[in-house]
């Protein structure tokens, strides 16, 4: 998974020495389009797989109790990090 | 809100491409090469970002410990449900729950790290949950934000927003909390986002 983080870190690198290029900056803002493409192809994975398309009740049950307990926990971890940090 | 709803309907096509047709080609390496170009371009879109360094100067350097809480906190409630859930390991809860509203990356990132060695079905499905739990995410702390702001402050709205108080919650948390508290939120934001693809890919390989 090293060529991943690597493309990341060489994007970060590329964007800050040639900024003021468009072409560049041009290419970054249509991320969305490559998001969405990514997603259909992740769908296409879903809906052709049956196993998940069986669960796919239980896989949203389990998705909202992570969405809620992930959000539940942020908050509280923001607040309490904050709150140290403005007393500091 | 317009972005997650775009997913949204673009996972559902998907889904009924997949459901209904045969693909010709190979749906793995299609997407490698896709997440391949999607690396770079996040890569170059923070590379080029010219708020960064008037933020930086803006802001007082130890509120960048602030996204230490946001993980922190959802990390913690995720090992609690991990002991509690039998269907995930921790390590799959902690992977999906790291994102903290990045449900693009993280969602694409599980798949492919994890298809290789779960096989493509397990990855698939827990790719969803991700990908669901993220967007749900989201979506709550948009629709929330007014009582988050009230009951808990503006540092729990910033947490609850996650790595979305960079782009998609920035104008509800500016409408609650007010201005002062932008340039932390986009700061806030941008060091979940650059943190995550070290973080879901190590707890993926956990």
């Known amino acids: 998974m090293f060529e991943i983080i690597g493309l990341f870190v060489f994007g970060i690198l590329i964007g800050r020495l040639l900024k003021n290029i468009k072409v560049l900056c041009r290419f970054s803002s249509y991320v969305n389009i490559t998001v969405c493409l990514l997603i259909m192809v992740l769908g296409i994975s879903v809906g052709a797989n049956e196993y998940v398309v069986s669960e796919f009740k239980k896989i949203s049950i389990i998705s909202l109790i992570l969405a809620f307990g992930g959000i539940i926990g942020s908050m509280f971890g923001a607040a309490f990090i904050g709150k140290v940090l403005s007393k500091l | 809100m317009k972005g997650s709803i775009s997913v949204i309907i673009c996972f559902v096509i998907g889904c009924l491409i997949g459901r209904y047709v045969d693909m010709p080609f190979d749906n793995h390496s299609l997407s490698i090469s896709l997440l391949y170009i999607l690396m770079i371009q996040v890569g170059i879109g923070i590379g080029v970002n010219p708020n960064l360094k008037i933020l930086y100067k803006e802001l007082k350097l130890r509120f960048l410990l602030l996204p230490i809480g946001t993980v922190g906190g959802a990390l ?17 809860i902690l992977a999906i729950n790291y994102g903290c509203g990045y449900y693009s990356l993280s969602s694409i990132l599980i798949n492919q790290i994890m298809t290789p060695n779960i096989g493509a079905i397990i990855a698939a499905e827990i790719a969803t949950i991700a990908l ?45 909390n007010g201005e002062s508290f932008v340039g932390l939120a986009i700061i806030h934001g941008i060091i979940i986002d650059v943190s995550t693809p070290f973080f879901v890919t190590l707890f993926c390989q956990l």
């Open chain 2, 76 to 92: 913690i409630i995720s090992c609690i449900i991990g002991f509690c859930l039998k269907q995930l390991t921790v390590s799959e």
């Open chain 2, 132 to 176: 669901l739990t993220n967007i749900l995410r989201e979506l709550m702390a948009l629709f929330f934000a007014p009582l988050i702001r009230k009951y808990i402050g503006a540092f729990g709205l910033i947490g609850a927003a996650g790595v979305t108080s960079t782009d998609v919650c920035l104008p509800t948390i500016e409408k609650w």
